[in-house]
């Protein structure tokens, strides 16, 4: 690596890293739609959509072409869009929490003009309590292999190495996103 070990340049290391990390896990996703039956495909999609977006989230402020204001307009859209799914059930709400969630952080982007991220303390600390909870549900639930896997209609398809072994995987890919979402919310 080049350049010094500042604290500046760890904190662009892990934005970046975060920035993949979201980006992965929204392409793994998407392939999920792209194999999964009818009923799966939407929720695969808006995992995707949900991974992508998070990913430019966290890309470091001035490097995309990308403005908070674009972003804010992108997470409305999508937290619409989530608002839409509930009436085919509550299953959807983690969605729309996650989305509510981004606009927030992109509004705060734009509150504080793309220099940094200023949020309410009482909204930003429910949405850490809230995906802390997430994570660490998840993570016991991909450790001890309990809980439902969310893979509905067979989504791993038939070359695939089977359902077992897509729902861990469909586990810790939301996993990954609930990190790489509290680790945003952390940096408020």
Do not use: I, K, N
């Not at 430019?56 to 403005?67: H, I, L, R, Y």
């Amino acid at each position: 690596m080049h350049g010094s070990a500042t604290p500046l340049s760890a904190s662009a290391a892990s934005a970046w890293l975060l920035v993949l990390l979201c980006a992965v896990s929204g392409a793994y996703c998407l392939l999920r739609a792209r194999r999964a039956d009818r009923r799966a495909r939407g929720m695969a999609a808006g995992e995707a959509v949900m991974g992508f977006g998070m990913a430019a989230m966290a890309v470091p402020s001035g490097t995309g072409p990308w403005g908070p204001q674009l972003l804010l307009a992108v997470c409305c859209a999508a937290s619409a869009h989530a608002l839409w799914l509930l009436r085919g059930g509550w299953h959807h709400a983690h969605h729309l929490v996650g989305t509510l969630a981004m606009a927030y952080m992109a509004l705060a982007m734009t509150a504080g003009h793309g220099h940094g991220r200023e949020g309410l303390p009482a909204v930003t600390g429910a949405l850490l309590l809230y995906y802390a909870g997430y994570v660490l549900l998840g993570g016991a639930r991909l450790v001890t292999g309990g809980g439902p896997a969310s893979v509905p209609g067979g989504v791993a398809g038939p070359g695939a190495a089977g359902a077992a072994g897509a729902g861990e995987l469909v586990r810790a890919c939301r996993l990954a996103m609930g990190t790489g979402m509290l680790a945003m919310l952390l940096s408020m």
